[in-house]
């Protein structure tokens, strides 16, 4: 059994390779919720269906969200009739919403609405949200506390980030699927996917009780860099570890990660940092972690499923 916690366009292709080497029943994937919002009336979840859909074989790679071959006419509309058009939702993608508020409308739980979306999807791979209940990114800015698609659609990432805070976390529960995962004797290890620190991944380590679940158990936790050569592989990362007064390179996310991490992936190019990251007491291993083909994709998996198959826990610090 594996654990990867994941979210954002980075993780989803991490995943993708993961469910290529993996038995769909020996893969668990916590998705960050912190970036899910309720519009138009409608629950989106970004991280999760974009996860979805990269498993799908329906994401569009080159946009990072939605869907491949969409068409627009619900906006077109709804534009024409002065409705919020500044969160663009495709014909296609609105109709995983219908479905979503359809099953949450008969009372189903965020796991169970995965569930039968996976089923829909053809997606054997278990994604499930990080938790059941609610817990929402907040973008503290010189503006003021703004939602996290606000600031990262409305204001396209604009603001300078002064801090993140994520409502809902500490009455969050970790959710079932997760738990039993991370409860079940066969867990090997837990992967921390090449996701934004602090978007996608401290949403997920922010929820009640996921932090000492994470700790009792016994498989040893691997980080996979975001950062390559100094630079964030996508989305605003480098920007906002810059505004957090932090540097940009691995091992400074390793540094982010502290000690919940046994063992860290390390990019090829960024050699020169495995002596500090060891140095921080974290075993490290280089491979190639930049994913543009599924073959990446699939190697990055297998090279990280075999470091943490060897990746021994750290003492209790
Ligand atoms: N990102 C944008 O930059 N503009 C959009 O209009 C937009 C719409 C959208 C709709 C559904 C969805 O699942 C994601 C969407 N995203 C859009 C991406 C989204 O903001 C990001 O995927 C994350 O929340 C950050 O990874």
């Known amino acids: 059994m594996i654990v990867c916690l994941s979210g954002g366009v980075g993780g989803a292709k991490l995943v993708r390779g993961l469910s290529a080497v993996l038995d769909p029943e020996a893969l668990v994937v916590a998705i960050n919720t912190g970036d899910d919002f309720t519009h138009l ?119 300078e980030v002064r801090g993140l805070t994520f409502a809902g976390a500490e009455a969050a529960r970790v959710a079932p699927t997760v738990l039993e995962a991370l409860r079940d004797p066969a867990l090997e290890a837990i992967i921390l996917a090449p996701s934004n620190p602090f978007l996608s991944i401290e949403p997920i380590l922010a929820v009640a009780e996921m932090r000492s679940a994470l700790g009792a158990s016994h498989a040893p936790i691997v980080a996979v860099t975001p950062i390559i050569g100094g630079a964030a592989v996508k989305g605003p990362t480098a920007k906002i570890m810059r505004e957090l007064g932090m540097e940009i390179s691995a091992a400074a996310v390793c540094r982010h990660y502290g000690d919940l991490i046994d063992g860290f992936v390390l990019d090829e190019v960024d050699a020169a940092e495995q002596l500090s ?10 491979a190639q972690t930049l994913m543009l083909s599924e073959k990446d994709k699939i190697e990055l998996a297998a090279n990280v499923l075999a470091f943490a198959r060897t990746c021994l826990k750290r003492p209790p610090s």
């Open 277 to 286: 990251i060891e140095a921080q007491g974290v075993t490290c291993a280089r």
């Open 41 to 159: 009336g409608l629950e989106i979840w970004p991280d999760f269906d974009t996860t979805l859909y990269t498993l799908a074989g329906l994401a569009n790679a080159q946009q990072g969200w939605g869907r491949e071959n969409e068409t627009w006419r619900v906006m077109e509309e709804l534009r024409a009739r002065d409705g919020e058009a500044w969160f663009s939702l495709g014909d296609k993608d609105i109709a995983l919403h219908l479905l979503r508020a359809q099953l949450r409308h008969e009372g189903c739980t965020a796991t169970e609405i995965a569930a039968v979306l996976r089923q829909r999807f053809g997606v054997a791979a278990q994604i499930t949200p990080a938790t059941d209940q609610a817990v929402r990114t907040i973008v503290h800015t010189p503006e003021g506390a703004l939602g996290f698609q606000q600031y990262f659609v409305g204001r396209r990432a604009e603001p």
